[in-house]
């Protein structure tokens, strides 16, 4: 597919069970994943429709369909029930997918065993043995979902890079809310800067003057919650110089990248506009009795083709 560019991995689907070094809290301490790789997928990868997945086992003067030959990842062994959390120990079985549910968004798969021939021709000594094949039995029915399944249909590099996409997103969630947790989790010292009162009131007379809105009642609760930010970002900053200054004393902390920001390339001739737009206002608010800022919202709104 030239949609996906083909990742330097192996041919074969590797063994997803093992947990991602994602979240390495200490050395003593088990890591695994909080969260099932399957809400990390990514649909972009499939080349066909569940509909359309189903619809190969559709034959020619067959009155049923027939199984979708496929490998999932199910159970070692037989013990878990289908539907529940998926063991430790599991592995690629060769299966037949039998069915989709969309309020699962899961296929319905059954395990096929090889068994060996004598077994078979006791069992039933009546029937027919194609040459040089070995007889397949059929075993327990699974739901599971779309990442833990290879239809043979498919390329299996491409299934392997979407495989690897969700393992990077799952890490990279998991670091992120970590380092969230890890910052809601600081006591706000008493000595960081706080958020002066100037500020607060300027921006609290910019939300009641905000025309449609109704601020009274929730007042105080948003004040509240703006110097909860406001502390929270100190602390976000602090906490950030503090792993950024000893990284070897916090390996399991992953800081969040940022962003890079695009500066627009028309704003400086906007912004230019603006300027004299409003030096103009100055002057001419006066002559026409309106207030500055209303006479420089008419007319901003007159030089919108600019």
């Known amino acids: ?18 947990p991602p070094p994602c979240l390495q809290y200490h050395d003593t301490l088990l890591t695994f ?6 809400i990390f997928d990514n649909e972009e990868y499939d080349c066909r429709t569940p509909e359309d997945w189903l619809a190969l086992g559709n ?10 030959p496929a490998k999932a990842l199910l159970p070692a062994d037989d013990e878990t029930p289908s539907g529940e959390i998926p063991p430790l120990r599991c592995s690629w079985h060769v299966v037949g997918v039998l069915d989709y549910s969309k309020e699962k ?84 010292w008493p000595g960081a800067p706080s958020l002066s009162t ?9 939300a009641l003057s905000a025309p449609g809105l109704s ?14 930010e406001y502390d929270r970002t100190m602390n976000s900053m602090i906490f950030e110089k503090v792993v950024m200054s000893h990284p070897e004393e916090f390996p399991h902390i992953t800081l969040p990248q940022k962003d890079s ?19 103009s206002c100055s002057m001419w ?9 209303l006479f420089f919202l008419s007319r901003l709104r007159s030089s919108s083709s600019f």
């Open 59 to 68: 034959a020619e003067g067959s009155p049923g369909r027939k199984p979708i």
């Open 215 to 228: 601020l009274e009642k929730c007042i105080e609760d948003l004040e509240k919650e703006i110097k909860l």
């Open 261 to 279: 920001e695009c500066v627009p390339q028309t704003g400086r001739t906007i912004g230019l506009v603006h300027i004299c737009l409003h030096l």
């Open 105 to 188: 968004c899961q296929y319905l798969v059954q395990k096929v065993h090889q068994s060996t021939r004598q077994a078979d021709e006791n069992e039933n000594p009546n029937k027919k043995h194609t040459k040089g094949m070995s007889p397949l039995v059929a075993g327990s029915k699974y739901w599971v979902p779309r990442i833990r399944l290879l239809f043979s249909a498919e390329d299996p590099l491409v299934f392997v890079e979407r495989i690897q996409f969700a393992l990077r997103y799952r890490e990279n969630t998991e670091a992120l809310i970590f380092y969230q947790l890890s910052v809601d989790c600081m006591p706000i």
């Open 198 to 206: 100037v500020s607060l009131e300027h921006m609290k007379r910019l």
């Open 285 to 293: 608010s006066h002559v026409h009795n309106l207030s500055p800022d």
């Open 33 to 38: 994943p909080m969260f099932f790789l399957e």
């Open 1 to 18: 597919d030239s949609r996906h560019p083909v990742p330097d991995a192996a041919k074969q689907p590797q063994n997803i069970t093992e």
